[in-house]
């Protein structure tokens, strides 16, 4: 039994970031009709800079949790601007158009991580560790810093669909999404609601960056990891739909939980790819997708 209570909740904290990334893919897609290969350097642009200015800001003899609380804060507004130049730039003057963002998102994919090498350099990076000890659950076993980091995680993600099903900005993304034109007719700011889509979504990616930075070790490719698993997870759940997109980060998080300790990593990851095909060939829309 305490085996399949340590694989929920390894299951439980690996969805919880997934959920965030994916629902920044889903958000970006249902407004703009953008799928955003580039979304994985917002991740990994976080954690670069944290892994530069923690160090100048314990050199300042700040503690530990105000010296990241710096570094986390510089990373998210920095991540944020640069989110802001890629959409003004780029994005904007390509929205619903598919096969333009396709390039112009895989181009500054591969544009960004260049820059990230050169840089920041090559060499893994890894941060200290914030919160010590363990805590026992119900005869598993999980890091005080890994399910702070769980619950932290999966309350932003709640505020977020919380955001979007209620409030007037949330109504307003779901109208966009829904037919942009006759959101239009009816005064809604098209291009105010994709750009505050766009930032909405950044803002996700930079959060899941900052809660994984004290547990992960920083690469200027660790963002293609999350990216990949990331659409996998919009896929299976519906590419558009939010529900679908948290749905798919708990099925692929179960699949690399379950399949890794039953197996090894390579299989789960493969059996990821065969079942978003699967899902792909039966139902193209996904598990919660429209139409």
């Known amino acids: 039994m305490d085996i399949y209570i340590q694989l929920l909740i390894n299951s439980l904290q690996i969805s919880s970031v997934y959920i965030l990334f994916s629902l920044g893919l889903t958000l970006i897609f249902g407004v703009m009709k953008v799928v955003n290969f580039a979304h994985g350097e917002f991740f990994t642009f976080v954690l670069m800079l944290m892994a530069v200015v923690l160090p100048l800001a314990l050199g300042w003899n700040l503690p530990l949790p105000l010296a990241y609380l710096f570094a986390a804060m510089a990373g998210m507004l920095g991540t944020l601007v640069l989110g802001k130049i890629i959409y003004e730039y780029g994005f904007k003057k390509y929205q619903r158009d598919m096969i333009g963002t396709f390039v112009l998102s895989v181009g500054l994919s591969l544009l960004l991580q260049g820059i ?7 060499m893994p990076r890894k941060l200290p560790s914030l919160i010590d000890g363990t805590v026992q659950i ?6 005080t810093e890994r399910l702070v980091l769980t619950i932290a995680a999966l309350l932003v ?3 977020t669909y919380w955001l979007i099903v209620s409030t007037k900005l949330g109504k307003a993304l779901r109208a966009v999404a829904e037919d942009h034109e006759a959101a239009m007719l009816q005064g809604i700011p098209y291009k105010k609601i994709a750009l505050a889509g766009f930032l909405i979504a ?7 960056a900052v809660l994984m930075s004290p547990v992960t070790v920083i690469t200027p490719i ?3 990891d999350y990216l990949i698993r990331g659409f996998i997870a919009i896929v299976i759940g519906g590419l558009g739909s939010i529900p679908g997109s948290i749905l798919g980060s708990i099925i692929i998080a179960v699949i690399e939980s379950v399949g890794g300790y039953y197996f090894d990593p390579s299989k789960a990851t493969i059996a990821m790819f065969v079942i978003a095909a699967l899902v792909l060939l039966i139902r193209p829309k996904g598990l919660m997708g429209h139409g």
Do not use: C
């Open 138 to 143: 119900m005869g598993g076993a999980i890091t």
């Open 116 to 122: 990230f090498l050169e840089v920041f350099g090559g």
């Open 157 to 159: 993600a709640v505020v």
């Open 202 to 208: 950044t803002l996700l990616a930079t959060i899941g």
């Open 222 to 224: 660790i963002g293609n």
